[in-house]
């Protein structure tokens, strides 16, 4: 006699559905140097900062304005100066078009005047999204035009560099000559015993490197920006040889001299303020 009674089905319940969960696209970053996963959101309160390696990705000109100025007082000058296809370069105008579409700029140089914890300056900033920054007629006239309202307005002047494009081919010769016009107005900025304060970013090189953005009376640098003439790439191929670890990275300059010093982001707009109020009082400027 049986002391159970065998079903002779098996009931086998189906598992509730499980909803999937959506991960929004872009809502995690890749440091480009320790390779950390982060949070989109927490690096852009970050400042695009690393907060695991202190890695200083780049930025925008427009970001850049306002983490430097007071909120409101930068004030655009020269936007009226256009750039001219006068060589006929194969797509440049496309090529400026669609620049102009992503970064929102008309050139690869924002100018205008600013405050700084309510003292005014005069202030140009790249943007290495705008064809690399790179180094064309209309950037060396705004920063001319620029120069010369500090002159006349008895200002000093601040430029922060992302140029990684160098002079720009697409306009030849013009784009060189820019090189000794920025630093003829900054020669003449020298002469009225004006503060000219430079601020290399990543990356910085060619035409701009060798011309205004060593030029400073100070010459400061974020975190391992990358600042050269020629990129470690193109040298290499050239000696056949590997370059040392850093090479052209903002500390391997400071230890050769060719950077003052050295300032993080967010520290960036306080060190401005103390280094123009020390260079303006009677004492603390004697010029270059």
Not at 59 to 72: F, M, P, S, Y
Not at 82 to 93: A, C, E, G, Q, T
Not at 174 to 195: C, E, F, H, T
Not at 234 to 242: C, D, L, Y
Request: hydrophobic share 40%; net charge positive.
């Amino acid at each position: 006699m049986a002391w159970f009674h065998r079903p002779k089905y098996t009931i086998i319940r189906k598992p509730a559905e499980r909803s999937e969960t959506k991960i929004p696209e872009g809502m995690w970053v890749k440091c480009e140097k320790c390779d950390s996963i982060l949070l989109k959101q927490e690096l852009d309160e970050n400042l695009n900062v690393c907060p695991k390696c202190n890695f200083h990705g780049r930025i925008t000109a427009k970001h850049r304005v306002a983490l430097t100025t007071d909120e409101g007082t930068f004030t655009p000058m020269f936007e009226n100066i256009r750039s001219v296809d006068f060589l006929k370069f194969p797509k440049y105008p496309e090529k400026m078009e669609s620049s102009a579409k992503k970064t929102g700029l008309t050139e690869s140089v924002l100018t205008g005047k600013a405050k700084i914890n309510g003292t005014e300056v005069a202030l140009a900033v790249t943007d290495f999204f705008f064809m690399g920054g790179s180094l064309g007629s209309v950037m060396g006239e705004r920063i001319t035009a620029l120069i010369e309202v500090a002159i006349k307005e008895n200002l000093p002047v601040i430029i922060i560099s992302a140029s990684g494009g160098g002079a720009r081919m697409h306009e030849g010769i013009m784009s060189l000559m820019q090189m000794a016009k920025i630093s003829a107005g900054l020669a003449r900025l020298s002469d009225r015993k004006l503060p000219y304060i430079s601020v290399l970013t990543d990356p910085t090189g060619g035409g701009v490197t060798a011309s205004f953005a060593m030029l400073g009376d100070l010459n400061i640098a974020e975190p391992e920006a990358l600042i050269m003439f020629a990129g470690p790439r193109v040298i290499e191929g050239t000696i056949k040889q590997k370059l040392p670890p850093g090479f052209q990275r903002s500390e391997f300059l400071q230890e050769h001299g060719m950077i003052d010093t050295i300032v993080n982001r967010k520290d960036m707009k306080e060190t401005l303020y103390g280094v123009i109020s020390a260079m303006r009082s009677p004492k603390g400027y004697a010029g270059r």
